[in-house]
């Protein structure tokens, strides 16, 4: 079974490219973020329907684009006759149709050759987005989307009112130890996406989900503000190149590796 985090949260496990949640609605509902790669899409329904949410998924929330957050969206749209929402900016309107924007950033040609040759890409599949955010604006019962471009032109973040907890998708990556930014390749805009760090800071509870890693149950509030300072502090040295190469092979390893059960 999934791990709960809090109540009316949870964390699915087995699933590649992202972490993927599932958080009741204020009517009864529920909502997933981001799915993970394509290949997640029949371990992510199993998990909803042992849940006891088949048939109550009110929505599918994309925090971006990217295909290790998105590569499972069409599928499981369709599994659970749940509609995608996403960010404007990562979308692509033509003749009345809006679908998520194909992803040409520089890590994306990494990850899908290589998701290829691991089997857990999925398809290329369009995906249709049937709310289209670029306001902040409650998407379900409960449930905020906050517009935080840079990482992607349409990167948005979510919060629950009941709880203040924040999914943040690639604002930050969690370690067991620290909270780090995106990396610079990574992002469509750096100058964007750090002041959407500072931007968002004020608005984070105290619990945070990321995309990669590990979910903060507490003090998350103080460590994204944290965080969010060194985007101005230029004075701080740089990690050293050791760190920073454990760094990249620990996130390879989120993305790459099935999600074990297990609490952070």
Known sequence: MPDQLLPGLWWLHGTRGCNVYLQRTLDGGAVIVDTGFGSNA???????????FEDRVRAILLTHRHVDHAGGAAALSELLAAPVVAGRGDCHTHEGATTLARDWH??????????????IGGSHRPVEVARPVDVECEVAPGVLAIPAPGHTRGTLCYVVTETGATFVGD?????????VRSMRLANDSHRGYLRSL????PRVGDAGLPG???PVLTGFRGRFTALSAVALDFARP??????????FVTFA????????????
């Open 171 to 179: 604002l930050c990556i969690s370690y067991r130890d620290r909270l």
């Open 212 to 214: 990669h890693g590990y």
């Open 106 to 119: 520089p890590p994306a040609l990494i990850r899908r050759p290589v998701g290829a040759l691991l089997g």
């Open 238 to 247: 740089p990690s050293s190149p050791l760190r920073r190469a454990r760094t």
């Open 253 to 264: 390893g989120f993305v790459l590796r099935p999600r074990p059960e297990g609490r952070p």
């Open 42 to 52: 029949r371990i992510v329904h199993e998990q909803v329907r042992d849940l006891g």
């Open 198 to 201: 500072i931007d968002l800071a």
